[in-house]
């Protein structure tokens, strides 16, 4: 591998860091991972890609570079976008064909404020119809391919299945998805990356192609929980930030005993309780304890439906209603249909009860981080998901099953890779921390990737 390819594959901080030291520059990266990605195009990963873009913007790195002005750490890194964020010269279409190809006119907020920051924007990439799928199947653009097995084609999770893909792959260092049950961590944990939900609000969503209002965030997907830091900054416009590396020895985190290890497999059970020998050895506390929310939001949901489906309904009524509808992915369209069904009395009755949920999630919780298994399986094979739409509901339903918790409960998260099983397919380990926590949050992830890195290797 030269020099060049091997800079390419770094973290997003790393390549940064090469370019300020004059060991690489940003138009010679932007080239590589052009190349790389023009190589993949039968990857479905990408739907656009923004060559010309790329390469004005990395030219302009590199001048700021040479002069020793910078725009910030990640001045001159690539990074790539879910195709439901609006780019200049671009078409969003959410991976649908509802929306024609209609090319924007401007930057949305987060990707201006990224390119305010130096980053390269390298075009858009593929997800799950409307955002609306743990699993990643596309049927218009194809499935994005999971590198981590290049003999079956596997889920890349959903709906940020080309983040996560793009990541994995090492097309780009950097992807940013969205997250409204799920859908950065679960990709984040099929194809072995970070992923970082942020707090509803933290970074302005408004303009994106919206699922659910009440729980769609945007965050992103990368090599380290260091280059996540710095990409929240960066699209928050943020010169600075608050996360300090957290002390493992005055940490604590709590792992329920209910519901979020019931039918994981075996390799992410074994590489949960490793990592959690782990984190003890460092001088993590570890606590375990039932935690009443997490059934309380099963039943709420088995009872009264989801608020998810309850506003994607709201939002495309129209459309899946409409001549338009007949288009829409029959798994997304069945979904969405299903909060059709529901009555206001099951929408209010969700909302207060959530209310109430969080709060007594919140008390058990006190300052400890929740932790548990990103995803209770590893990346399933698409073939029989595309043979058997109950097969696909089913796995789909338990993909989402632990990272759902989180957005009812409103927190933010960090999923993080802590091994594989035996066949090479990565696990994952999610903390988790209330509303608003986002920097402790990730200051704990700082403290604990390496330990849980350095568990995995062993």
Same mark, same amino acid.
């Given at each position: 591998m030269s020099d060049i390819e091997e800079i390419a594959s770094r973290t997003g901080a790393e390549i940064g860091r090469a370019y300020r030291a004059g060991e690489a520059d940003p138009v010679a990266v932007t080239e590589c991972l052009l190349s790389r990605i023009a190589a993949a195009e039968g990857d479905h990963i990408f739907i656009t890609v923004s060559a010309d873009r790329a390469l004005a913007e990395a030219k302009a790195a590199s001048r700021r570079h040479k002069e020793g002005r910078p725009l910030s750490a990640l001045d001159g890194v690539p990074i790539a976008w879910k195709d439901l964020f609006d780019v200049a010269g671009t078409p969003t279409t959410a991976g649908s064909l509802v929306f024609g190809r209609d090319t924007k006119a401007r930057d949305l907020a987060c990707v201006s404020h990224a390119a305010a920051a130096g980053l390269v924007t390298m075009g858009k990439v593929n997800m799950s119809e409307l955002a609306y799928s743990g699993l990643g199947l596309n049927p218009h653009f194809g499935t994005p391919r999971n590198p981590n097995d290049k003999a079956t084609l596997r889920s890349p999770g959903g709906s940020s299945s080309g983040s996560g893909a793009a990541v994995g792959a090492r097309l780009v260092p950097l992807a940013i998805g969205s997250d409204t049950g799920g859908s950065v961590r679960i990709p984040a944990a099929f194809n072995g990356v970070v992923g970082f939900k942020t707090s509803t609000g933290r970074i302005e969503a408004d303009g994106i192609v919206p699922l659910a209002r009440t729980y769609d965030t945007i965050g992103p997907l990368a090599r380290s929980v260091e280059d996540c830091v710095l990409v929240d900054?960066?699209?928050?416009?943020?010169?600075?930030?608050?996360?300090?590396?957290?002390?493992?020895?005055?940490?604590?985190?709590?792992?329920?005993?209910?519901?979020?290890?019931?039918?994981?497999?075996?390799?992410?059970?074994?590489? =949960?309780?490793?990592?959690?020998?782990?984190?003890?050895?460092?001088?993590?506390?570890?606590?375990?304890?039932?935690v009443d929310a997490l059934h309380a939001i099963l039943a709420l949901n088995a009872a009264h439906g989801t608020l998810t489906a309850a506003e994607a309904y709201t939002e495309y009524r129209e459309i899946v209603d409409g001549e338009k509808g007949r288009s829409i992915d029959r798994r997304v369209t069945k979904r969405i249909m299903d909060g059709k069904r529901m009555s206001a009395h099951d929408v209010l009755t969700i909302q207060r009860e959530r209310r109430r949920l969080i709060t007594a999630f919140e008390n058990q919780?006190?300052?400890?981080?929740?932790?548990?298994?990103?995803?209770?399986?590893?990346?399933?094979?698409?073939?029989?998901?595309?043979?058997?739409?109950?097969? =696909?509901?089913?796995?789909?339903?338990?993909?989402?099953?632990?990272?759902?918790?989180?957005?009812?409960?409103?927190?933010?998260?960090?999923?993080?890779?802590?091994?594989?099983?035996?066949?090479?397919?990565?696990?994952?380990?999610? =903390?988790?921390?209330?509303?608003?926590?986002?920097?402790?949050?990730?200051?704990?992830?700082?403290?604990?990737?390496?330990?849980?890195?350095?568990?995995?290797?062993?």
């Open positions: 900054m960066a699209l928050r416009g943020a010169v600075a930030t608050e996360v300090r590396r957290a002390d493992t020895a005055a940490l604590t985190v709590l792992v329920p005993t209910n519901i979020v290890l019931d039918g994981v497999s075996d390799a992410v059970a074994a590489n =949960f309780e490793r990592t959690l020998g782990a984190l003890s050895a460092a001088g993590v506390t570890v606590r375990h304890a039932h919780l006190g300052d400890a981080i929740l932790v548990m298994p990103t995803t209770p399986i590893t990346a399933p094979a698409v073939a029989p998901l595309e043979a058997d739409d109950d097969l =696909f509901h089913k796995v789909n339903l338990t993909a989402l099953r632990n990272t759902m918790l989180g957005n009812i409960l409103d927190l933010c998260g960090v999923a993080v890779p802590n091994g594989r099983d035996g066949d090479g397919l990565p696990t994952s380990i999610l =903390f988790s921390a209330p509303h608003g926590a986002d920097e402790r949050l990730l200051g704990v992830a700082l403290a604990v990737e390496g330990i849980v890195a350095d568990a995995a290797a062993r």
